[in-house]
C-alpha cells in the first residue's frame, strides 16, 4: 500500500516535492495564494492544486480527494509568522492568534487520518498552540515524535533549523528524521550556473535573474568577503545606524555567502543584498532567484512562472523564502515510508 498525501498551506510545493521524491503519493495542495497553482501544478504532476483558504476546505472535501486510499497522510505548515521569533508582537499568549493551526486541528480530528505532519519554526515550542495540537492527537490515539532538526543534516545546503512532528495512528511511535554527515555546501548548489551582473537575468534561464544594485552597494559589496561584515568596510561606506551602538550587533546583514559553508536560512527576502548575508560569495550581486531556490533544496529544473510572462523578483523570493526545504520534505516522506514498512511487517 502506499501513502496518499494532501499537503495544506502547499505553497509553491518545497513539502510536495520532497514527499514525491520518497515515494509519497501526493495527490493535492491546498494554499490561498493563486500565485503558487502554476509551480506546484507545473513541478508535481498529478497532485491537484487548490486555491482556497484551508479555514473553507471541510472533511468531505479531503475524503474526496484521498478516495479510496487506505493509507492516508495530512500534511501541513501553517505560516509560521506568530512564531517566529522575527514576530515584533511580544504580547501573552492568546490561541485566537493562531486561527490556521486550529484549522489544522479541526482537519485532523474530522477525518482521522492514518499519518499527520506538522513542520514549522522551532520557537512554536514554546507556544500553548503547539501543546494543544500535541495533546489533541494523543486524545485520538495518536502516537508522535518530534524534534528539532537543521536542514543541512538533510541534504539541503542551508543552515535552518525546523520542528518537526510525525504522528501515526498504528500502534508505534514514528522514527526520528534520519540525517547525514554529508553537508552540501554553497559551492555545490551554485556548481553549474553561469556568471551575471547585478540586475541581469541569464538568457539560458529567466529565473537565474537579481536584484539590481545603487551606486553604492555596489562599493559595499565590493567591499565585502565571504563570511564578513559590514564593519570590513571603509567608514565612508558604513550606515549611520551601524556606527552607533544599538546597530552594531547587526552584522549579518550586507554580507556575502560562504563557497564551503551552507547557506543561511533564505528568507523572502533574499533577493535583498542589505536583509541578510545574501550576497554572492564571489560575483558583485545579490544572489539570483535560482541561486535561492536551490539553496531550498529545489532542482534545477524548478519552474516558478509561466513564461512568457514574468513574474516580479519581490513575488519569486516570497515563494521561494516561505517554503518547506525540498530535502527535509523528503527525508520526512522517507521516515513515514520506514514507519509504514514496519507496520506491515509486523502484521504479517
Not at 487520518?113 to 500535541?134: A, C
Request: charged share 25%.
Amino acid at each position: 500500500m502506499e501513502i496518499s498525501a494532501i499537503d495544506l498551506f502547499c505553497g509553491a510545493g518545497g513539502l510536495t516535492h520532497g514527499l514525491i521524491k520518497a515515494g509519497v503519493s501526493v495527490c493535492a495542495g491546498i494554499d490561498n495564494s493563486e500565485s503558487c497553482e502554476f509551480p506546484y501544478s507545473k513541478n508535481n504532476v498529478g497532485a491537484l492544486f487548490i486555491a482556497k483558504d484551508v479555514a473553507l476546505v471541510t472533511a468531505s472535501e479531503l475524503q474526496g480527494l484521498w478516495g479510496d486510499s487506505k493509507i492516508r497522510l495530512l500534511a501541513g505548515c501553517a505560516p509560521c509568522q506568530p512564531f517566529s521569533t522575527y514576530s515584533q508582537k511580544r504580547t501573552a499568549e492568546d490561541d485566537s492568534r493562531y486561527p490556521l493551526m486550529k484549522e489544522f486541528i479541526r482537519l485532523i480530528e474530522e477525518t482521522t487520518p492514518e499519518y499527520v505532519t506538522m513542520e514549522n519554526v522551532p520557537n512554536v515550542l514554546k507556544k500553548d498552540i503547539f501543546q494543544t495540537f500535541l495533546g489533541r492527537l494523543h486524545t485520538l490515539g495518536y502516537k508522535t515524535s518530534y524534534s528539532i532538526v537543521r536542514c543541512e543534516n538533510v541534504g539541503v545546503p542551508q543552515s535552518r533549523k525546523r520542528l518537526v512532528l510525525l504522528a501515526s495512528s498504528f500502534g508505534k511511535q514514528p522514527p526520528q528524521i534520519r540525517t547525514t554527515k554529508n553537508v552540501k555546501t554553497v559551492r555545490s548548489a551554485f556548481k553549474n550556473l553561469r556568471k551575471i551582473a547585478a540586475g541581469e537575468t541569464d538568457a539560458t534561464d529567466s529565473l537565474h535573474r537579481c536584484a539590481s544594485l545603487s551606486p553604492k552597494n555596489l562599493k559595499r559589496i565590493r567591499q565585502s568577503k565571504p563570511g564578513g561584515t559590514w564593519k570590513d568596510w571603509p567608514k565612508s561606506l558604513m550606515l549611520e545606524c551601524h556606527k552607533r551602538t544599538s546597530g552594531s550587533g547587526y552584522t549579518p546583514v550586507y554580507g556575502r555567502l560562504e563557497w564551503d559553508k551552507p547557506a543561511p536560512t533564505i528568507t523572502t527576502q533574499c533577493y535583498n543584498y542589505g536583509s541578510g548575508r545574501f550576497g554572492h560569495p564571489e560575483e558583485n550581486r545579490p544572489i539570483s532567484l535560482r541561486e535561492a531556490a536551490l539553496l531550498q533544496g529545489f532542482p534545477p529544473e524548478y519552474e516558478f512562472e509561466k513564461l512568457p510572462l514574468q513574474t516580479s523578483i519581490r513575488d519569486i523570493a516570497k515563494m521561494i523564502g516561505n517554503a518547506v526545504p525540498v530535502g527535509l520534505g523528503r527525508a520526512v516522506g522517507l521516515a513515514l515510508m520506514r514507519h509504514l514498512k514496519q507496520h506491515q511487517n509486523d502484521e504479517t
